[in-house]
């Protein structure tokens, strides 16, 4: 007889969840955890992006959204007067057309991508025929964009804790860990969320000016429940899996402090199985898609963005870095042939 579960009180809730129950209770501990507020939708972005005469600009959409306004234009020209403009884009599958469903130009010759895909990347080149003044001849500009498909990163935090046991061959032990995984994965349920264990070993820790006792070494993930090709959970801005994410990091943060505040309060002997209060630790772990990278150096303007392997690198595991592979001859490759 050496604890019990009960969530009859978790998240508002009155539903009980039919958990075994065992000698003592953990209901006080686990305590009331309200859901928290969802913001309101942010309005669009409306950012436009003009070209340069002399390099590439780099242009960033993020992957199924729609893309910034890129004008064929350079800065001085988008404020000045153009006679008789003339636009012309093309991109890696040739000449864009107005009537594109995908990539359309607008009637002043801005590009605009609508639910951008990967295969969309690449170099993008306009065409500009204008006259400063109706009395000039015509001029000729061309600008060169190179537009990368970008997504937030997959990351997720990484969690230990250790628990005061019972003797490391007791069911005891098998039975609380599986207990508890299922209070951490009901916890963050309603954030989308989802708790994994990754390790979980006893072991016998000689104490300082102490003995022996057994101890519990957990170490499990909270991660996004997103999926690359799945639906969203929620379409508005407060559901990003990075704000997901840290509101099931405060859950569970908040879930081992009250452990901690409630066995302060026993008078009682406290039980076999409990939580050593300072042991939670967490770590923060980033991780791109195959096919894309974090580069700081090459994409200064999107530091923390995954975006997608340029042509002569790869990525074929959730890694961070495209790695460099000459062979590579395509936007967001996942192997290195």
Known sequence: MFWALDLSIFQNQQTSYGFCHFPWTWSSIFGYLDRLPRSAQLPQDSVKIVGSPNIPVKVYVMLHQKSPHVLCVTQRLRNSEL????????????????????AQITSTGSLVFQNFEESMSGVYTCFLEYKPTVEEVIKNLQLKYVVYAYREPHYYYQFTARYHAAPCNSIYNISFEKKLLQILSKLVL?????VSLLKSECHRVKMQRAGLQNELFFTFSVSSLDTEKGPKPCADHSCESS?????????????????????????????????????????????????????????????????????????????????QCNSSLVFGAKACL
């Open 83 to 102: 006679v008789d403009p003339s636009f012309q884009w093309h991109g890696p599958k040739g000449k864009i057309i107005s009537e594109n469903s995908t």
């Open 190 to 194: 309603d954030l989308s969320c989802e």
């Open 243 to 323: 704000k997901r994410l840290s509101k099931a990091k405060n859950l569970i943060e908040r879930f081992f402090n009250q452990q901690v505040e409630v066995l302060g309060r026993r008078a009682e002997p406290l039980p076999e199985i409990y939580y050593i209060e300072g042991t939670l630790q967490m770590v923060w772990i980033n991780r791109c898609f195959p096919g894309y990278g974090m580069n700081i150096l090459k994409h200064p303007r999107c530091p923390e963005c995954c975006v997608i392997c340029s042509p002569g690198s790869y990525n074929s595991r959730d890694g961070i870095h495209c790695l």
